[in-house]
């Protein structure tokens, strides 16, 4: 089954969201069905589990090989695994293939449900509790008719694949960074992952920048509405005490299309420069960001190539 993308309306803060869900085995013998989501945007196909080939221990104990699947060679997760959770094996399983900052990967699960189209201000953000539950996973909580999914981060999930790899690709040798003038310059970073904020946001730091974060649209949109009154109040362009956005895309109660929109409605804001930088920029969504005013859209873990491009878009924009 191949999954065909939708370009939702620009700007409104929707998403669909692939349901499906893992058949937990517990300890007393009896199961439980924990239900699961991801972003459509990032599934390309859903198949049924396919014979794989063993991999050397050395890799992660969720990775129960790798398959070939039309001349590609792809590593399965068993997500379950990952979760710390034990399945029940059946034969209708299903495998879901996925694409997102570049890298291919296959999550094995107990069946796929459909797909929902809501709006991130259903989407709550998780409580510590859920998050210890999922070794701090998820992203987003949705209440779907009588049950509840949880937005997994899969981001995390594929990184943990490789941490070496994955914080290397964001930790990027500070020669790389465009650091030129960095103390004038002051960024928002928007993400709504706690450990890639703040990797990007300690990176930019070292390299001299000027960083305020926030964790979603909504929390970047009252902040920015802060920067307004006080430049107001000063009698200042907001540019001068801010100079770009850099925002994600996926996050929960606003996302970063409906910040981006926002911003260039707004006449006390919409000079400012938006960066989308996101795993999950595709050509459907790429369109999406260029209809709601983003300066520009790069894709996630590129740190040195963000701070270039983000350089290049206050320059043109703001002549700084």
Known sequence: MTQTHILLESGGNELEII??????????????????????AKVLEIIRMPEITSVPSKHDKAVLGTFNLR??????????K????????HDARKVIVS???GVVTAFLVSGVTRI????????????????NYSRDS???VVRIDEHILFILDMEKIVASM??????????????EIDATDARSFHLLVVDDSTSLRHLIKDTLEKAGYNVTTASNGKEAWEYLQRMKA????????????????????????????????????????QKLPVVLFSSIITDTLRHKGASVGADDQISKPDLPGLTKRMRAVIAAKLGK
Request: aromatic share 8%; hydrophobic share 35%.
């Open 82 to 89: 990952w979760l710390g959770k034990t399945s029940t094996p």
């Open 99 to 101: 694409e997102f900052s």
């Open 162 to 175: 490789d941490p070496h790899h994955a914080g290397k690709a964001f930790t990027a040798d500070l020669e």
């Open 71 to 80: 001349g590609r060679v792809l590593p399965l997760v068993d997500l379950a």
């Open 138 to 140: 998820i992203t987003g």
């Open 230 to 269: 006080q430049a107001q109040e000063e009698n200042l362009p907001v540019t001068e005490k801010l100079h770009i956005v850099i925002s994600d895309i996926e996050m929960p109660e606003m996302d970063g299309h409906a910040l981006t929109k926002r911003i260039r409605e707004d006449s006390g804001l």
């Open 19 to 40: 349901e499906f869900y893992i058949e937990e085995q517990l300890p007393n013998s009896k199961s439980y069905c924990g239900y699961y989501a991801m972003n459509v």
């Open 116 to 131: 929902h189209r809501i709006s991130w201000n259903q989407v709550e953000p998780p409580g510590q509790h859920v998050q």
